[in-house]
């Protein structure tokens, strides 16, 4: 938290003190929120769980603390409003506070210094020989939001893109290649040739079934470790998939500290499989060998090898987790994949909770909600490659950079470097209308709602930076240090000071809550803020003293956003 916060959370714990309060009980319960509703003050503190400890109704303790809070040269006021306490700050003290942080890029608006939280993210993880198409991008922005989220506050990060490029699903990519490919082809335009080709294959194993007979055999060979014509099929497709995969990623700005797909695992099953047998949980089911969890309340068993002898998914996660835990020590494990895979988790973790594995207790499903496109009919649906119609996120990127290009064109032709930004505000749009929401709702995907300039948009905070950028150049003025200048000017700038204060606890929640829709929500409601404060409140041509202090907030607020943003994975250009 800020200095700020720091100083009224000392305060509150001497009252608790003064009030016969032991500071050890006190002090893990003075949490400090924004209030809902800031006409009541600048920060509140509710006393429900401190009252509960100490045996006291929750509205007397918050007019005890209250009154034991006096008035300093940092607090103004403090009164209570029921069970909370609301404290108002001295706006001369907020701003020299927040905007000094933010010059200086102390935490929060900083990146914290390195903390004992390891957090391993499980992102992206396409198939390979599967298109990378617009119902791929969620997994992909949510997880490098929170790869970037934990590293702003200090975390050791493990971005992990777990491809899927072993099992059934890719024994049949295999197969199809086998019977129909052509490798002058498949150099071509690998990701569309290599998705015909398993929609051909999808068509025809409908009424051949010795195709899927097939593809369980070559799936054998493939796990049989030799070097067959399966392994060197196995690595011709993966090779041509990563390749394929740089594109969009470089486009959205994501990396990965780890790209282990599921084959890095494959040496790795027998000794996850003697775990799960040492611990006793291993039972045999119609040939198969499972784990059942329904003590756990999960009906469906965890199954861990075929009949045929081949794993499954679940084994190889189970030898993923085994080996992050050796490996990084990780405090959490996310696993950023959609809401539809909620089964898959709950076995996983149950396993790991039934084996009586500490790191079961770090394993968390991230899940989120599916990306709807609109159909002829005007309905919204899932967008699915295996009906057919996926859409390249390529060709997406693409399209709405084109669309900014045209309202460029139309609106400031003379832009420097205008592919560059229209790149950059196109994809921007994209990623920020997936990310602007919870997570685990549904994704509509809008043209004009994502690509307008105006309310929750990514252009909408993106021209909040390239307009703050243009009054600092048009101000021919270089920004002064906050000590330098009187920040009592900037008491009508409140909103914009406590929005800014904000920042630290959004991205905190965004954390704790896997939720990057907070750093988003205080995006936006920064941009809307200095937008309206700037409508009334001139920079350029002021005397010196007003153009100072307001040439501080503006830079502070460029700065804050541009560092939002950065959290979101998105750009901030300076011109638009």
């Known amino acids: 938290m800020s200095a700020l916060h720091d100083h009224l959370r000392a305060r ?57 809070v006096a008035a300093d040269a940092v607090i103004e006021s403090a009164a209570a409003a029921g069970p909370f306490v609301n404290f108002r700050f001295r706006r001369d003290a907020l701003a020299r506070d927040v905007l000094g942080a933010i010059q200086r890029g102390d935490a929060p608006y900083g990146r914290s210094t390195k903390g004992g939280e390891v957090v391993c993210i499980d992102f992206s993880s396409p198939n390979i020989a599967k298109p990378f198409h617009i119902g791929h991008m969620r997994s992909t922005v949510i997880g490098n939001a929170l790869c970037r989220i934990w590293r702003h506050l200090g975390a050791t990060v493990h971005g992990i893109n777990h491809l899927g490029d072993w099992g059934m699903p890719f024994a049949k990519m295999m197969t199809a290649y086998m019977r129909w490919g052509s490798e002058t082809e498949l150099h071509q335009s690998p990701m569309r040739y290599m998705f015909e080709l398993y929609k051909r294959y999808s068509r025809e194993a409908k009424d051949d079934p010795a195709l899927d007979e097939a593809a369980a055999k070559h799936f054998q060979a493939l796990e049989s470790g030799e070097d ?75 199954i861990l090898r075929k009949r045929d002898g081949t794993t499954l998914y679940h084994t190889r996660d189970l030898a993923a987790v085994f080996f992050r835990e050796s490996a990084y020590r990780p405090t959490r494990i ?25 790191v079961a207790q770090a ?65 921007s749009a994209i ?15 809008d043209w004009d709602a994502m690509l307008t300039f105006e309310g929750e948009t990514g252009p909408y905070v993106q021209y909040a930076c390239a307009r703050l ?14 000590a330098a200048v009187d920040c009592a000017v900037l008491a009508d700038a409140e909103r914009v000071l406590l929005t800014m204060m904000d920042f630290g606890s959004a991205v905190q929640r965004a954390a704790e809550q896997s939720e990057p829709s907070c ?28 153009r100072d202090a307001r040439l501080v907030l503006v830079d502070c607020a460029r700065k804050l956003l541009t560092t939002g943003l950065g959290l979101l994975g998105i750009a901030a250009p300076e011109r638009m």
Request: glycine share 8%; net charge negative.
């Open 228 to 302: 067959n014509q399966e392994r060197r099929m196995w690595q011709l497709l993966r090779d041509e998939s990563l390749k394929a995969f740089q594109g969009p990623y470089a486009r959205l700005g994501v990396t990965f500290d780890h790209v282990t797909g599921e084959s890095f695992f494959e040496d790795k099953m027998a000794g996850a499989m003697q775990r799960v047998t040492a611990a006793g949980v291993l039972e045999e089911s119609d040939g198969a060998e499972v784990v059942w969890l329904k003590e756990l309340g999960i009906k469906e068993p965890c």
């Open 469 to 482: 950028s243009s009054i600092l150049r048009k101000a021919e003025a270089p920004v002064p240090d906050v």
């Open 363 to 427: 394993v968390e499903h991230v899940p989120f909600g599916l990306v709807l496109s609109r159909t002829e009919e005007g309905k919204w649906e899932k967008f699915a490659s295996r009906a057919g119609n996926a859409v390249f996120l390529d060709e997406i990127l693409d399209e709405a950079v084109a669309k900014v290009r045209e309202v460029i064109r139309q609106k400031n032709p003379d832009l420097p470097d205008a592919d560059a930004v229209a790149e950059q505000v196109g994809v």
């Open 12 to 68: 509150l714990l001497a009252a608790c003190q003064s009030l016969g309060i032991d500071a050890a009980v006190a002090a893990p319960l003075l949490r400090l929120d924004p209030p809902k509703n800031r006409d009541h003050g600048d920060v509140a503190f509710g006393a429900f769980q401190l009252a509960k400890a100490v045996g006291k109704a929750p509205p007397a303790l918050a007019a005890e603390l209250a009154a034991a």
């Open 431 to 445: 990623v920020f209308n997936d990310l602007k929401n919870s997570r685990i709702k549904d994704v509509k995907f």
């Open 334 to 358: 996310l696993y950023v994949v959609g809401a539809e895979q909620k089964l898959h988790f709950d076995q996983l973790k149950g396993v790991l909770t039934k084996m009586k594995e500490p």
């Open 519 to 546: 750093v988003t929500g205080h995006a936006i409601a920064l941009a809307g803020e200095i937008h309206s404060y700037l409508r009334d409140h001139y920079v350029v041509g002021q005397e010196p003293r007003v």
